[in-house]
C-alpha cells in the first residue's frame, strides 16, 4: 500500500512539474503585448511633401494633430502609447481628405490609393483603404457594417421622389403653404412620408441597440460619441445605462462632459464677431447695445428640439423684445448651406449669425439646444432656460 501511495507522489510530482515546464514555455513562446503603437502608411497618387497629421476624433470638438509628418516615396510613420484604442483620423494636405483608424498599441498598417479633385477646393478621395494591425479597427468596422445598409435604404425610400421634393422644399422657403399642402396631399408624398418615418425608426433602433450591446465597456460611450454627432439631453438617459467601468473609461468622460456641462452661470462673457446670413460680420456688442437682457441660443438646422423651441423663443420675443430683450441666435452648422435653408423655413425675426467653431467653446457648448441669458452687463444670469421657464423668468425680470 505504501508502494502505491509512493507512486501516486511521484506521478503527482511529475505532472506538477510538467505543468510549471509547460507555462514556462509559453511564457517564452507568447508573444509580448505591446507597449506603443505603429501606424505605417503607404499611399499612392499623392505627392511627395504632402503633409499627413494624425488627429483625435470621436471627441465632438475640433482636435489639434497628436502627431505630424510628410509624405516621403508615398509613405509616413507614426508612433505613440495609448492607455486604451482611440479614433483617430489620419488627415492629408491641408485637411483634404482624411482616413479614419482605431488606435490600439500594435503595429498598424494602412494602405490607400489617393486622388485628388481637379475642382476647386482639390479634395482628396480615397480607394481600396485597407487597415491591418488593430484588432479594435476590425471590431469596429464589423460593428458599424449596418450603416452600409441604411444607406442604401435612404436612397432607396428617396429614388422617384426628387422633384417632388424639390418643389416642396421651394414652396416651404417661400412660405408657400398652399402648394405645400397641396404636395403634401399627394399619394406619392404620403408614401414618402410613411417610408422616411420608418427610416429614421430603424435608424434610432439600430443605434441604441450598438450602444446597449456595449454599455459594459468603453465600447458603448465610444459609439455614442460616433452615432450622435451632438448631444441633446435627451441623450442622458443613454449615458445613465453605462457601467462605472464604462463610465470611467476615457470616452465616457467625454461623453460626461458633454451632456453635463460645467454651468457658466455668474461669468462674463467677452465680445464676439460672427457672419450673418449675407457674411457680414457682426459684433455681438453692436447687437445687444441698449438692451436689458440677451438671450444667446445656440442651435443647429439638423437639431429637432432647437428647431422645436423656435416657436417658444419667438412667443418670448414678441412679449418681451420692445421692454429691452435680445435674442442671438448662433447655428453650430458645419453645413451652412443648410443653415440658410433652416433660417429661410423658420423666419427668425432677431439676429442669426454662424459660428466659427470658436464661440460655441467660449461657451462651452456641448448640447444643444443651449441658451444663455446675459444681463446688460455681459454677466450670464441663466441657462438652459426654455418654454415656461424661459417666459417665467423674463416676466419675474421685466418687473423689477
Excluded at 503585448?33 to 502608411?41: K, P, V
Excluded at 432677431?350 to 444643444?368: C, G, Q
Aim: glycine residues 6%; positive net charge.
Amino acid at each position: 500500500m505504501k508502494a502505491i501511495q509512493n507512486k501516486i507522489l511521484g506521478l503527482c510530482i511529475c505532472l506538477f512539474m510538467v505543468s510549471i515546464n509547460i507555462q514556462a514555455q509559453k511564457k517564452k513562446t507568447a508573444p509580448a503585448q505591446a507597449s506603443s503603437y505603429t501606424i505605417e502608411g503607404n499611399i499612392t497618387g499623392l505627392t511627395d511633401g504632402t503633409a499627413v497629421k494624425l488627429i483625435p476624433g470621436a471627441t465632438h470638438s475640433s482636435e489639434l494633430p497628436v502627431a505630424e509628418t510628410a509624405l516621403k516615396d508615398g509613405k509616413f510613420t507614426f508612433e505613440g502609447k495609448l492607455k486604451e484604442p482611440r479614433f483617430f483620423y489620419v488627415v492629408f494636405g491641408k485637411n483634404k481628405g482624411n482616413i479614419s483608424v482605431m488606435v490600439e498599441n500594435s503595429k498598424i498598417k494602412i494602405t490607400a490609393a489617393g486622388t485628388v479633385s481637379d475642382n476647386e477646393g482639390e479634395w482628396i478621395s480615397f480607394k481600396n483603404v485597407v487597415i491591418t494591425g488593430s484588432k479594435s479597427h476590425d471590431y469596429y468596422v464589423k460593428e458599424t457594417a449596418f450603416k452600409e445598409e441604411l444607406n442604401n435604404d435612404y436612397a432607396e425610400y428617396h429614388k422617384g421622389t426628387e422633384e417632388l421634393g424639390k418643389l416642396y422644399s421651394k414652396a416651404r422657403v417661400a412660405g408657400n403653404k398652399k402648394t405645400m399642402d397641396s404636395i403634401a396631399n399627394t399619394p406619392e408624398w404620403k408614401a414618402f412620408e410613411a417610408k422616411e418615418k420608418a427610416f429614421f425608426a430603424k435608424v434610432e433602433k439600430t443605434t441604441l441597440d450598438l450602444i446597449a450591446r456595449h454599455k459594459t465597456n468603453w465600447w458603448g460611450p465610444f459609439f455614442m460619441m460616433t452615432q450622435y454627432s451632438y448631444f441633446t439631453p435627451e441623450q442622458k438617459p443613454i449615458y445613465e445605462q453605462f457601467s462605472d467601468a464604462a463610465k470611467k473609461s476615457y470616452y465616457g468622460q467625454v461623453v460626461d462632459k458633454d451632456l453635463n456641462p460645467k454651468s457658466l452661470i455668474g461669468t462674463s462673457i467677452a465680445n464676439f464677431g460672427l457672419k450673418d446670413k449675407d457674411g457680414k460680420v457682426l459684433n455681438a456688442k453692436d447687437i445687444v447695445a441698449g438692451k436689458k437682457y440677451i438671450l444667446v441660443d445656440f442651435w443647429a438646422s439638423w437639431c429637432a428640439p432647437c428647431r422645436k423651441e423656435i416657436p417658444n423663443l419667438k412667443t418670448a420675443y414678441t412679449e418681451y423684445s420692445n421692454k429691452g430683450f435680445e435674442i442671438l441666435s448662433i447655428s453650430i452648422d458645419k453645413d451652412e448651406k443648410a443653415w440658410q435653408k433652416a433660417l429661410g423655413q423658420e423666419n427668425m425675426q432677431w439676429p442669426n449669425l454662424y459660428d466659427d467653431d470658436k464661440v460655441s467653446k467660449a461657451f462651452n457648448v456641448k448640447t444643444i439646444p443651449a441658451t444663455y441669458l446675459v444681463d446688460s452687463k455681459g454677466v450670464i444670469i441663466g441657462d438652459n432656460l426654455r418654454g415656461a421657464e424661459l417666459e417665467a423668468k423674463l416676466k419675474e425680470l421685466m418687473k423689477s
